[in-house]
């Protein structure tokens, strides 16, 4: 039978009051708090806290283990890791930046999702549904043919034999450099931002069988023909549940970042430093 979490929790420190670990708990009747120390090493201190925080990162594979001797094993762990940190600090400086950063970060992480979780209502979602979905009208979704080069001479070329009546397909599949030449170029049907967005600009304005002039995107130049053009139905919420959670879990953490920049003392140092440093040198280790 699988132990609730938050009773082998309960389990745990019952079973710290019962059997003492070094100088922590040696009074039975006291009321353990998260500052309860359990153990020192070389005068740097792990509490009740650690260790409760310990076991919440562990799997569910842990709940059946029997709570002293999850409570010792645990222990163990954080006195291994406090030696080798301690070893860290005195034999490799470094070690400590990378650690600082790490326990940042996870504390972060924690936070983040502690935020995120308490604003992730059903009422926001539906408000981002809505937003998304049901203020901004149908959605279209596009389908076009291009043709690829790599210079603005060529593509020239190519739209002008176009508008003297040369076939885009036949085009494509004879001199287009992109992988959908062989097939004329057809690209099938995209949603608005699937992509890149000169080459969406240009499509959505052109009348069906238009033909565009050179249009320029990182992957070289495009002539483009628009071959159909439908709006999308608007999907029910939990079709699309997920794509909304992230949003607004994006927009949460987001607006909490910029509500905390805004309230707090932030300065940054004009640093004078070779760049070459950065990546030049190795802070842990050899």
Same mark, same amino acid.
């Given at each position: 039978m699988k132990v609730h979490s938050g009773l082998l929790r309960t389990l745990m +420190?019952?079973? !710290? !009051?019962?059997?003492? +670990? $070094?100088?922590?708990?040696?009074e039975s009747d006291a009321k353990p708090d998260l500052e309860t120390v359990v153990v020192t090493v070389n005068d740097m201190d792990v509490r009740l806290g650690h260790v409760i925080a310990y076991i919440e990162r562990l799997s569910d594979d842990y709940d059946t283990v029997d709570p002293q001797t999850l409570f010792n094993g645990v222990v163990s762990q954080l006195i291994r890791e406090l030696l080798l940190a301690d070893l860290g600090d005195a034999r490799f400086p470094g070690a400590r930046f990378a650690a600082e950063?790490?326990?940042?970060?996870?504390?972060?992480?924690?936070?983040?999702?502690? +935020?995120?979780?308490?604003?992730?209502t059903e009422e926001a979602l539906r408000r981002v549904y809505e937003n998304r979905y049901l203020l901004t009208g149908p959605r279209s979704e596009y389908r076009a043919s291009h043709i690829l080069v790599g210079t603005l001479d060529e593509a020239e070329a190519i739209a002008a034999d176009l508008r003297a009546g040369a076939d885009f397909a036949e085009t494509a599949k004879t001199r287009s450099t992109g992988p959908t030449g062989p097939r004329g170029g057809? !690209? $099938?049907?995209?949603?608005?931002g699937q992509m890149v967005k000169p080459f969406e600009d240009a499509a959505r304005v052109l009348a069906i069988g238009e033909i565009s002039v050179p249009v320029e995107t990182q992957f070289g130049w495009h002539i483009i023909m628009l071959t159909g053009k439908r709006d999308m139905p608007v999907p029910p919420l939990d079709e699309v549940r997920q794509e909304l959670e992230q949003i607004l879990a994006d927009g949460i953490l987001e607006t909490t970042i910029t509500e905390l920049a805004a309230n707090a003392d932030i300065e940054r140092m004009d640093v004078d430093f070779d760049p070459a440093i950065l990546r030049s040198t190795r802070l842990v280790g050899n």
């Open positions: +420190v019952a079973a !710290l !009051l019962a059997t003492p +670990v $070094g100088t922590a708990a040696q950063n790490a326990a940042r970060s996870s504390t972060a992480r924690t936070t983040a999702s502690a +935020v995120i979780t308490g604003n992730m057809d !690209l $099938g049907w995209f949603a608005e």
